[in-house]
Nanobody, 123 residues
Framework: QVQLVESGGGLVQAGGSLRLSCIVS????????MGWFRQAPGKDREFVTA????????MNANSVKGRFTISRDNAKNTVYLQMNSLKPADTAVYYC????????????????WGQGTQVTVSS
């Protein structure tokens, strides 16, 4: 079975940076797209960014465009989320997810999920 494990969350000050990692194991990943979602208390799960394993195609939410960058290391089966210029509004639990097929911004189209990692941005 496919497993995803996130790491790298923590507490940072506004304007700071943080790098999240997601290690994927248990399957063949060439056909999977990877995504990052986040969920703040009382809010719906929100799409952040996604990347296709094969072609490097990416999608980004407008709220993080120019600040967040998704990347991958296929040799390590790892996807990263580099977060710069963090704002208090970025505070949320960040989830790594995988799906069969192309990139998607819809959480219900992803098949596998990690446990999440907390990101807190103080003002």
């Amino acid at each position: 079975q496919v497993q995803l494990v996130e790491s790298g969350g923590g507490l940072v000050q506004a304007g700071g940076s943080l790098r999240l990692s997601c290690i994927v194991s248990g399957g063949t990943f060439s056909r999977y797209a990877m995504g990052w979602f986040r969920q703040a208390p009382g809010k719906d799960r929100e799409f952040v960014t996604a990347i296709n394993w094969v072609g490097g195609t990416t999608m980004n939410a407008n709220s993080v465009k120019g600040r967040f960058t998704i990347s991958r290391d296929n040799a390590k089966n790892t996807v990263y989320l580099q977060m710069n210029s963090l704002k208090p509004a970025d505070t949320a639990v960040y989830y790594c997810a995988a799906r069969r097929g192309p990139t998607s911004a819809r959480f219900d189209e992803y098949h596998y999920w990690g446990q999440g990692t907390q990101v807190t941005v103080s003002s």
